[in-house]
């Protein structure tokens, strides 16, 4: 649970510091590469982990992967420039890839079926309180610390988790040697790379119609294809595609993914609007999510009570259309919304979330056994963030165009803010910038950002509805419990 923790909230804490680290080291056209190459390595390596924890044990790897992450942790904190930050989040990044998928799998090989239930809901509920506690923590550490204390606090909990894993954890499964896809591996990380900055380079740095970023998604359509076309020739594929066959497992794993891209939405608008709309600061924004937290802990933990009375599919119909009632809500707050609903709308939307937390992955490696659930969990995982990332850049495109839209008809043609505040709201976030604005422009301003994030939930709504479609698609599988025998660590028919 340490190692999730750590690694989970790697994803989120930085996003609040950013703007402290960006005027600390400079480079702003190149702070893109500090959230990529996180992001990036970290979804590159996690089925190739998963694929080497099931043919050398997970110990080992989960060691390395937490290793890995303190190094890249420590050299973050000492990095001199945004390129050499963006370099050590790749190596957390490598760490991070190797300690999600195999932390998950662990819970199948070590507990007997009758207590997976409740430690899944134990560590789903650590992955979500990190998802969501990483921006207050990032907003707190940096308003009153350092922006360097944001990765040094990795330290710490890391040592305590390897010291912990090194004396205790005690592997008895015999491993069989099989290849390593490196051609698959290779394909896999570029495809990735090409697509990630051209999401997030487009309309931004680069118009979308420009040679750099239709090379970019030229280079992502070859790369996927020719790793599509390896794993369905090789030995031992990193992702393979059979496992796909099996309904629970494709359901589960896309119901991930679309829970990542709608779940993440409301993780880092809603701080923005706390802070943009009604003024409060980077910390104060931080705690509106507070109450998302409460309601995923409490959801991640029922989903796994549930998982041992009810089908999988069951529980996730149920959990996706309070997740869809969350939504909604938060698609109609405008600048005049009482932070006593938008609290409100918050905890529905955890209620909603956390049982995905717990109950996807159990479903997801229902029907695989040791051999295989390594590959499979770092499966679900890597689509999951990569809903997430690829989620948060698409909607960021959709907020960052209905903000500059109703910034020009509220200002007139071209750029009428005041200060160049421009199409980025985070540039009226600044305390002191938001008292030099008058009244009467702030009120344009605020009604303009309030409105842009109300219509990127309402984007946001088309995730959160298909979630439900695919839930209701999942096999009607559940977990079986032995009444008599043996307990066994084998997964349940």
Known sequence: ML????????????????????????????????????????????????KLS?????????????????????????????????????????????????AFTIIFDVFPVEKRGKMGGLFGAVFGLSSIFGPLLGAYITDYLSWHWVFFINVPIGIVALVFIGMFYKESLQHAKQKIDWWGA????????????????????YAWDSTQILSLFAGFAVMFIAFLVIETKVEEPIISFPMFRNRLFAGS??????????????????????????GGSATNSGLILLPMMLGTTVSAQLGGFLSTKMSYRNIMIIFTLIFITGMVLLSTITQDTSRTTITMFMIVLGLGTGASFSVLGMAGIHHFDAAQRGAANSTIAFVRSFGMTVGITIYGIIQRNAFTTKMTDA????????????????????????????????DKITSALSSSIAQTFMWAIVPAVLTFVFAFWMSNDRMIIPSRGPKQASGAK
């Open 253 to 278: 794993t896309i119901v991930g993914l679309l829970y990542g891209a709608g779940f993440i939405v409301a993780a880092v608008y809603i701080p923005i609007f706390i802070q943009g709309v009604t």
């Open 186 to 205: 290779t394909t896999l990380i570029a495809a990735i790379v090409c697509l990630m900055f051209a999401l997030e380079l487009g309309g931004n740095k």
């Open 54 to 102: 099931d043919m050398y044990g997970r110990k080992r790897f989960f060691m390395f992967g937490i290793i890995m992450f303190l190094i890249g942790s420590v050299l973050c904190g000492f990095a001199q420039s945004i390129e050499q930050l963006a370099v050590f989040r790749a190596i957390q990044g490598i760490g991070g890839g190797a300690l999600m998928p195999i």
């Open 411 to 442: 200002f007139g043609g071209g750029n009428g803010a005041p200060g160049n505040l421009g199409g980025d709201p985070r540039e009226m976030l600044d305390p002191v910038k938001r008292s030099e604005i008058p009244s009467f422009v702030l």
């Open 3 to 50: 190692g999730i923790f750590v690694a989970a909230i790697d994803n989120t804490i930085v996003a609040t510091a950013m703007g402290t680290i960006v005027s600390d080291l400079g480079g702003m056209d190149k702070f893109v590469w500090v959230t990529s190459a996180y992001m990036v390595a970290e979804m590159a390596s996690m089925p190739i982990f998963g």
